[in-house]
């Protein structure tokens, strides 16, 4: 069975510090995407970063790149120079190219405090 | 990436009384998902609406509690029927879009149902 798992409910963070969220998946799928959203308060999902399974590299967008140990079964966000604005909800989730479905870790909480 | 629009944003309701949630996208894509986010929790599929076949239900989900329709590749609608306080929740529709980063899932900005 396919599974993700965000082990951190919530985390406090000093502004301008890197952030590491965790993120470890089960899945026997070969062929399988992972993504993270960012959730403000107001309640939109914003796609963040993506990281297909047979990517060499870890992928990177701006401020946030993914750590992606595939022998670990892990795919952690790294926010670089964290802001008030990066204080949000953060979910990993999971697709395979067998299942148009996303499989969605429980989410952390992160604060940014100035 | 897709954009995508979604009405109301937010709304409070009575007891018994039904809402349609309406999700509007800038492109024509072929599946549109229907997600509800219970408070502090995950996204639970709810629904997945193909432009000319009737909405997937995903277990625990039926269509009398939550019709769907998908008049074509850019609209679709979500009613929640005969609401009660348990079904307060943000309501999100996403699309599925193809780019640089594969099958990626974009979402609306979510409709904040209350139900009293």
């Known amino acids: 069975a396919q599974k993700i798992t965000q082990t951190q409910p919530g985390m406090f963070v000093q502004e301008k510090e890197a952030v590491t969220l965790d993120c470890t998946y089960d899945?026997?799928?070969?062929?399988?995407?992972l993504f993270w959203y960012k959730q403000p308060s107001s309640g939109e999902m914003i796609f963040l970063i993506y990281?297909?399974?047979?990517d060499q590299q870890n992928a990177t967008e701006g401020r946030y790149s993914l750590n992606f140990q595939k022998a670990r079964k892990s795919a952690n966000l790294v926010i670089s120079a964290s802001q008030l604005g990066d204080s949000a909800m953060y979910f990993c989730?999971?697709?395979?190219?067998?299942?148009?479905?996303?499989?969605w870790g429980a989410g952390t909480k992160l604060i940014i405090k100035p | 990436s897709a954009v995508i629009s979604q009405k109301p944003s937010r709304d409070i309701c009575q007891r018994g009384t039904s809402l349609t949630i309406q999700c509007q996208v800038d492109?024509?894509?072929?599946?549109m998902f229907w997600y509800r986010q219970q408070p502090g929790q995950s996204l639970t599929l709810i629904a997945t609406?193909?432009?000319?076949?009737?909405?997937?239900?995903e277990s625990g989900f039926v269509i009398d509690k939550f019709p769907i329709s998908r008049p074509n590749l850019t609209f679709s609608t979500l009613t929640v029927s005969n609401m009660s306080p348990e079904d307060s929740s943000i309501y999100l529709c996403?699309?599925?879009?193809?780019?640089?980063?594969?099958?990626?899932?974009?979402f609306g900005p979510g409709t904040r149902l209350t139900v009293l």
């Open positions: 996403s699309v599925e879009d193809r780019d640089r980063d594969g099958d990626t899932q974009y």
């Open positions: 492109s024509q894509v072929t599946m």
């Open positions: 609406a193909n432009q000319g076949s009737e909405a997937t239900y």
């Open positions: 899945t026997s799928d070969p062929s399988y995407g």
């Open positions: 990281q297909g399974s047979y």
């Open positions: 989730a999971m697709g395979s190219h067998s299942n148009y479905q996303l499989i």
